[in-house]
């Protein structure tokens, strides 16, 4: 059985909306929770987009 790689699908949230984008994140790199500054074109402004399960 082949192991597990290291890059993995996540999707981030917007905390003002309910947008949503996709990306990858490498989990030797970032174990912890991703937090990035994207922008949301709902509110159609720059907002923090949280890592969800």
């Known amino acids: 059985m082949a192991k ?3 890059r993995l699908v996540i999707k981030l949230k917007s905390t ?3 947008h ?3 990306t990858q ?3 030797k790199n ?4 991703l937090e ?3 922008y949301d074109p709902i509110v159609r ?5 949280r890592e969800t399960k």
Do not use: A, F, M, Q
């Open 4 to 6: 597990k790689g290291n």
């Open 16 to 18: 003002e909306s309910g």
């Open 20 to 22: 949503t984008y996709t």
């Open 25 to 27: 994140k490498n989990r």
């Open 30 to 33: 970032d174990p912890s929770r």
């Open 36 to 38: 990035l500054r994207r």
């Open 45 to 49: 402004r720059h907002v923090i987009y």
